[in-house]
């Protein structure tokens, strides 16, 4: 891509920003718009998640005040804290399900700026991270394994009996392979969470959101789902995860933050934020969480 | 003389009875002076009597009666004037009551009128029901096509040729066709059928005389075949049988109207006089000839389930066709105009929102009469080569289609907009487009939602293909209408009302049935609990 010479010299500023923090990388960064094509040189293949000054408003309200996140490949990262605090918000504004008002987001090579997102630069940030919400959201019209095979059919261009083979691996990577042909409302809660999970791996995504998706399932559910989650890191699925289950963070996750009123107050190993919390407003809503 | 008559007459009797009328009878039978007053509510006073009841169709019924142009309250035509000078002649008033052409022999039965004067022609089936007047005129029928048309000489061209022609129903120009087993169209209005001609949506009109003569005058591009058809009907006045003493007394004031030569000068005035009409002076007995007017296929087949059945059913189809085609339409238009509504640039949903408006609000009636007598006006006007002359069936189609679009496309908004916000965002977390999204997920979730209301729109919309009827597409229910206006009886109308009937719900329950089994399959499937 050919920069201009205003970008380039912003181009050389961010870059030398980003060296402090980072070892050295190239970004290609459109102005004005939000589009920007990245071209990593070095590290070729590492895949990071990063956010700088996320700002998120709806209307007055600010639901996001300058986030900076940085996640590795992978990396788990559990997002906790109070409901309205902006976790889901995070997740939607790092596939760009949600527009933000300032900052930016960097998903592997591919870099987001504030306002609308172009539909094509969009897409390209979807499959790299897959995601699985908290209603499950499965299609109801379409068997399980159609569920998982629509994607990759449709997105990816594999014929029907492809789609089909790779949603029958996943289902049965997800220990589901005996309820492919049953419809979303024949399964349990458990069940279709594990569906959404394979949905969302049939992409082959380098990185998955997860929002809340154990909330919805009843307690004896739901270690089926957070069992899938825990292989899913061991085979170096990047995740970040908003959860409210502590003890799944503090066994599962490498780094643990806690986010509330649009602020991170505290981030770090589990050991460190969630046995020894700094600040008085993470102690009060760890005891709530705990007890 | 067929089953029904005995049957039908006593039942009259009976109400007449009731009605505590008998008595009149009596009166009307003692030779009184003013016998004809079989309607006065109180026997036996000599309180003047009431005005008669004319039962005729003003209702585009130049030159016979028609309401003034000028001056809309006042009626004009040859048949105003006759009744004005019988009104002289039989020292009484006589008040004209609006009533359709094809219901005056009913209205007569009814008592709705004392007498129906209004073209009717003489034929043997009215005459088992009414009671005839002398003739007082002698019609033939003239064949009109378009100037400069040379194949078209003769009805026997018309034969040959598979013409299309046009003529008035329940006429005996309609039964001589039918007769000839010609293509007819058959109309309800004197006026339509020389438009139509005139548009090339017909090959020839063939009509009495009357009509021909006034709807042409100022029609520069229609010519009217000579010779005339061969044969000869004659207009009488209608009344009740058992009347008998105000017909004859009717009869009477025609023949001195006749001799004075009171009838001619009207006749002349309104240009309908010939040599025809030498005929109408006593002492003739006019037998019925009516050559060209032959009476009643309907009789010789009299009337059994066989003759009429056949004709409905394949009216049925014809419904069948309009409901499913214009449904097609009505599909398609309304999904388009739905998601203009939901997702198109705001000018775009302005003019979806404008339309469901429009065609929500719009009778389905005055469509259909627009694009079927509009349009073609319109492309004459601007003289536009694009072919706006449909045919009947393909204009009924589009009007009801068009139609049915509105509402389609309000049930089609509501149900897509019923798709929860979570389905886009999982598709769209998977990398599919807005469209692809649309096309997999949305559609056929709103679908399972669509169906009920659109099957009762389909049902709703079945019904009224009926409307089609009002520009000339013979389905179902226009049928009937011919049918039942083509000398049956009362029986065997309520018989064809109950078969016509008993097909629409043969037709329409079924639907309802699949649709609910369609419902059932896939709640079944997909959004009941537990079901395998």
């Known amino acids: ?291 | 003389m067929h089953p029904g008559e005995d049957g039908v007459s006593s039942e009259r009797a009976y109400f007449r009875h009731r009605l505590g009328l008998a008595a009149l009878l009596v009166f009307a039978w003692t030779g009184s002076m003013f016998g004809q007053g079989e309607e006065v509510p109180t026997p036996g006073s000599a309180q003047p009597l009431p005005p008669l009841r004319w039962g005729a169709d003003a209702e585009g019924g130049a030159p016979y009666i028609f309401n003034d142009p000028q001056r809309p309250d006042e009626l004009l035509g040859f048949e105003v004037e006759i009744v004005q000078a019988l009104e002289r002649e039989l020292g009484r008033r006589i008040v004209h009551k609006q009533y359709d052409f094809k219901k005056l022999i009913e209205g007569l039965e009814r008592g709705d009128i004392d007498f129906a004067m209004n073209g009717l022609e003489i034929t043997s089936d009215r005459q088992k029901r009414v009671r005839f007047s002398r003739p007082y005129y002698v019609f033939k029928l003239q064949l009109v096509v378009r100037e400069g048309e040379g194949e078209i000489g003769s009805l026997g061209a018309c034969v040959k040729r598979r013409a299309r022609v046009g003529t008035l129903e329940n006429t005996a120009a309609s039964r001589l066709l039918e007769r000839l087993g010609l293509p007819t169209y058959l109309y309800d209005s004197q006026v339509t059928p020389f438009e139509d001609l005139a548009v090339n949506r017909l090959d020839a009109v063939l009509l009495d005389v009357p009509i021909v003569l006034y709807h042409t005058r100022d029609k520069p591009g229609l010519k009217l075949v000579e010779p005339l058809v061969s044969g000869r009907g004659y207009y009488a006045i209608a009344f009740r049988k058992e009347d008998e003493e105000l017909a004859r007394q009717f009869d009477a004031a025609l023949e001195r109207l006749l001799l004075s030569g009171e009838l001619r000068r009207i006749y002349e005035k309104w240009g309908l006089w010939n040599v025809s009409q030498e005929e109408l002076y006593p002492p003739n007995q006019f037998g019925l000839e009516l050559s060209a007017a032959p009476s009643q296929p309907q009789e010789l087949r009299g009337w059994s389930f066989a003759s009429y059945f056949p004709l409905l059913a394949r009216a049925a189809w014809v419904t069948v066709e309009l409901t499913v085609l214009s449904m097609a339409v009505a599909v398609l238009v309304g999904l388009v105009v739905a998601v203009c509504r939901l997702y198109a640039p705001y000018p775009v949903q302005l003019l979806a929102l404008a339309y469901v408006e429009f065609f929500r609000g719009v009778p389905v009636l005055l469509l259909l009469y627009f694009l079927y007598f509009g349009l073609p006006a319109i492309g004459q006007v601007v003289q536009w080569e694009v072919p706006l002359r449909w045919s009947p069936f393909v204009t009924a189609v589009i009007g009801l289609g068009l139609n049915y679009a509105a509402y389609e496309a309000e049930i089609y908004r509501a149900a897509i907009m019923a798709i929860p916000r979570h389905q886009w965002e999982a598709a769209a977390s998977l990398g599919l487009t807005p469209t692809q999204t649309f096309r997999y997920v949305i559609l056929p979730q709103a679908v399972r939602i669509i169906l009920p209301p659109s099957t009762t729109d389909f049902v709703a919309l079945f019904k009224d293909t009926s409307l089609a009827g009002t520009i000339t597409v013979v389905e179902l229910s226009k049928q009937y209408q011919i049918l039942s206006t083509s000398g049956a009886d009362y029986r065997a109308l309520v018989e064809i009302g109950v078969v016509t009937a008993l097909l629409y719900l043969l037709m329409a329950v079924p639907l309802g049935y699949i649709s609910r089994r369609l419902e059932e399959c896939w709640h079944g499937g997909q959004l009941g609990e537990g079901r395998h």
């Open chain 1, 1 to 291: 891509m050919k920069l201009g010479s205003t970008e380039d010299i912003l181009f050389q500023e961010l870059k030398g920003r980003e060296s402090q923090r980072r070892r050295s990388r190239d970004f290609v960064l459109g102005l004005g718009k939000t589009l920007a094509v990245l071209e990593a040189r070095e590290n070729q293949g590492m895949f990071e998640i990063e956010t700088r000054g996320l700002v998120k408003r709806f209307g007055t309200r600010v639901v996001l005040d300058g986030i900076d996140l940085h996640v590795d490949q992978g990396e788990t990262l559990a997002i906790l804290g109070p409901s309205g605090s902006g976790k889901s918000t995070l997740l939607r504004c790092l596939n760009a399900l949600t527009p933000f008002d300032a900052g930016r987001v960097r998903v592997g090579e591919i870099v987001l700026g504030a306002g609308k997102v172009p539909r094509d630069l969009a897409i390209q940030v979807r499959r790299q991270l897959g995601m699985v919400f908290q209603d499950f959201a499965l299609f109801p019209h379409l068997r399980a394994v159609d569920n998982v095979a629509l994607g990759p059919r449709l997105v990816l261009g594999l014929t029907h009996a492809q789609a089909r083979e790779r949603a029958l691996q996943l289902l049965s990577r997800v220990g589901l392979a005996h309820r492919a042909d049953a419809f979303p409302s024949q399964l349990s809660g458990g069940e279709k969470q594990r569906v959404a999970i394979a949905r969302a791996l049939a992409m082959e995504p380098k990185g998955l959101l997860c929002d809340e998706i154990t909330s919805a399932l009843d307690p004896e559910l739901k270690w089926e789902v957070l069992e899938v989650l825990a292989d899913l890191k061991r085979e170096g699925l990047t995740l970040i995860v908003v959860t409210h289950e502590v003890g799944f963070a503090r066994r599962v996750a490498d780094r643990v933050c806690i986010l509330t009123e649009g602020r991170i107050l505290e981030h770090g190993p589990p050991a460190e934020v969630l046995e020894h919390p700094k600040t008085l407003r993470v102690q009060q809503f760890l005891a709530r969480v705990l007890s």
